[in-house]
């Protein structure tokens, strides 16, 4: 069964620090997997997208990083800031339009 | 940049009522989705639409129908509301190659069921 998993379901950090988000799947076949920000009250927002042959990608403050042969993916959010806050989703494309969705890891980033 | 605009933010309706939901994108876009999202299950595809007209089952299509009847505008409608379909409900649109481009997310409709 094609299945995302991520840990931790929530998290509370002080401003200034970093996070790790961690992402498990088991989708077959394995055509991308991208990150999706989802402020509280809004739509998701992508942030990155990795293929198979990419092992780390950063955008910013965000860096995303996938081993493919353990099916793990993280984002790893440096010198958090306040407006970090939001649930961070993780997507796996198994082709064409279909998705699998993780239930989001809900980061707060505290003064 | 793209604007995917859901005509509700908050909508109350009373059990056996027939509701519609609206979304329009204004980039184009060939596909659209229409996805509910509950605590702790993360978004579930109802249907989605890869061109006019046309539509596919998703993953929970169960008292729910659609209509694309434009490019731009994708309806969901629940042909008997009940109160399980009380929900967060977030309509998407994308380029072709679904998987390889990014959906691009309305700011969701807010659906309580009495």
């Known amino acids: 069964k094609n299945q995302v998993e991520q840990s931790p379901q929530s998290l509370i950090i002080l401003e200034g620090k970093n996070c790790t988000l961690q992402?498990?799947?088991?989708?077959?076949?394995?055509?991308?997997l991208r990150w999706y920000k989802q402020d509280t009250g809004r739509g998701p927002v992508s942030l990155t997208i990795?293929?198979?042959?990419?092992n780390t990608k950063s955008n910013g403050r965000y860096t995303a990083t996938l081993d493919a042969d353990t099916k793990q993916s993280s984002l790893h959010i440096t010198a958090s800031q306040l407006s970090d806050s939001a649930s961070y989703i993780c997507?796996?494309?198994?082709?064409?339009?279909?998705?699998?969705f993780g239930a989001g890891t809900i980061l707060r980033v505290k003064s | 940049d793209v604007k995917v605009t859901q005509s509700s933010r908050y909508l109350v309706k009373r059990t056996g009522e027939k509701v519609f939901l609206e979304c329009v994108q204004d980039?184009?876009?060939?596909?659209m989705f229409w996805y509910r999202q509950d605590p702790g299950l993360g978004l579930r595809l109802i249907y989605f639409?890869?061109?006019?007209?046309?539509?596919e089952k998703g993953d929970i299509p169960e008292g729910y129908s659609v209509s694309r009847e434009k490019k731009e505008r994708f309806s969901l409608i629940l042909e008997s509301a009940s109160t399980n379909q009380t929900s967060m409900y977030l309509c998407?649109?994308?380029?072709?190659?679904?998987?390889?481009?990014?959906?691009?997310f309305g700011d969701g409709t807010r659906l309580s069921i009495l």
């Open positions: 992402c498990n799947y088991t989708v077959s076949p394995f055509s991308n």
């Open positions: 980039m184009d876009h060939e596909n």
């Open positions: 998407a649109s994308s380029l072709p190659q679904g998987g390889g481009q990014p959906q691009h």
């Open positions: 990795m293929t198979f042959s990419e």
């Open positions: 639409s890869y061109d006019v007209k046309m539509k």
């Open positions: 997507v796996v494309s198994a082709g064409g339009n279909k998705l699998v």
